[in-house]
């Protein structure tokens, strides 16, 4: 009887102390996110301010170039998204980084881009989407960035291709 009671009991010892305590992974924070779509526009959110920046560069095309002796022209905005807003942006950001979306109609090396770019602070993540007709309709995650980033910034080119479809 003696033998079973210490059996039992060193079977339960050994088995509460081969079990470690899992602590969950927090993900890191991040510091700011870039978007710059069609390398025309650039959307930097910070996530610890209210305000984000969005750059549109006016470059000129093949068929009208900017005049010689004229310096690029640059338009600066504020952009202010909610934290819902930002955290959403993060998350599909990261995802398109993550899980690649694997595109099923490529265009000319001109016509949809978009990089994406996370920063940590110590260490960043990036992606980049080319040649892949109109980023905007890509999948689902695209499809519902571009509604967030189309409800604040209104009037700036986001890569919206649509006579490519």
Avoid at 104 to 126: A, D, P, R, W
Wanted: hydrophobic fraction near 35%; include cysteine; proline fraction near 3%.
């Amino acid at each position: 009887m003696k033998r079973l009671i210490l059996g039992l009991f060193l079977i339960i010892v050994f088995s509460l102390g081969c079990t470690q305590p899992v602590d969950k992974i927090d993900a890191p924070i991040w510091d700011n996110l870039t978007i710059f779509s069609e390398r025309f526009t650039k959307i930097s959110i910070e996530n610890n301010t209210d305000s984000s920046v969005v750059n549109f560069y006016h470059r000129g095309s093949f068929f009208a170039p900017l005049p010689k002796d004229t310096k690029m022209k640059i338009d600066t905005i504020k952009v202010f998204f909610t934290e819902a807003e930002k955290d959403t942006i993060y998350s599909l950001v990261n995802d398109l980084i993550i899980h690649p979306i694997e595109t099923k109609k490529h265009c000319t090396e001109f016509i949809g881009h978009i990089e994406l770019n996370v920063n940590y602070g110590s260490f960043e993540q990036s992606g980049e989407y080319s040649s892949i007709c109109d980023w905007t309709t890509l999948s689902d995650k695209t499809k519902h960035l571009h509604n967030i980033l189309k409800r604040r910034v209104k009037k700036i080119y986001l890569g919206e291709n649509s006579n490519l479809r």
